[in-house]
C-alpha cells in the first residue's frame, strides 16, 4: 500500500458536481493498494498515519498528531499510485489491486482507520470520477509505503 499524505487546513471531494465530503483541520490521504497488499499493509499504514507528528505544538514545531490537534482525515482511493511509466508515454496500472481486492482492502483500511481516531475518517468513493479540491498547509506532503517496513508484509 502507499499514501500520498498532505496536511491541509481544507479538503473535499466533489462527486458529480456534488460535494460527497469536506475535512477542515487535518490530512488529506491517497491511498493506493498494491496487487500483493493484504490486511498487515494496511495495519502498518494506519497505525503510522495516526501517530505521524505533522501537526504544529505551541513552539511551531511538528510535534502533534492528528488525534492530538482533533483533526480530521479525508481518505481517497488513487490506483494511479501504482502507474508504472518506465516505458513509453502511456501509465501502466498492471500492479495496482483489481477491485475485487482493493475494495475489502480499502473498507479494511477505513473501519481500522476509524477505530484509532477521535472522530470518523472521511471518504470518497472507491472507483468513483472525483475532483479532489485542498488547500495543503506547510506545504506538508509525505509519501508512506508499507513495502518500506522492516517487516516481512507480503
Do not use: W
Amino acid at each position: 500500500m502507499r499514501t500520498i499524505i498532505q496536511r491541509v487546513t481544507q479538503a473535499q471531494v466533489t462527486i458529480n458536481t456534488k460535494l460527497h465530503s469536506k475535512i477542515d483541520e487535518g490530512l488529506l490521504v491517497l491511498l493506493g493498494i498494491h496487487q500483493n497488499d493484504n490486511e498487515k499493509d494496511a495495519d502498518y499504514l494506519v497505525n503510522k498515519l495516526v501517530k505521524l507528528r505533522v501537526f504544529s505544538d505551541e513552539n511551531g514545531k511538528m510535534n502533534l498528531d492528528i488525534n492530538q490537534i482533533n483533526g480530521s482525515i479525508l481518505l481517497i482511493s488513487q490506483f494511479t499510485l501504482f502507474a508504472d511509466t518506465k516505458k513509453g508515454n502511456r501509465p501502466s496500472f498492471i500492479e495496482a489491486a483489481k477491485p475485487e481486492t482493493a475494495i475489502p482492502l480499502y473498507n479494511y483500511f477505513i473501519n481500522k482507520l476509524n477505530t484509532q481516531l477521535n472522530q470518523p475518517c472521511k471518504t470518497g468513493v472507491f472507483g468513483a470520477d472525483m475532483q479532489v479540491q485542498l488547500i495543503n498547509d506547510g506545504p506538508v506532503t509525505l509519501l508512506l509505503d508499507s513495502e518500506n517496513t522492516t517487516q516481512n508484509l507480503h
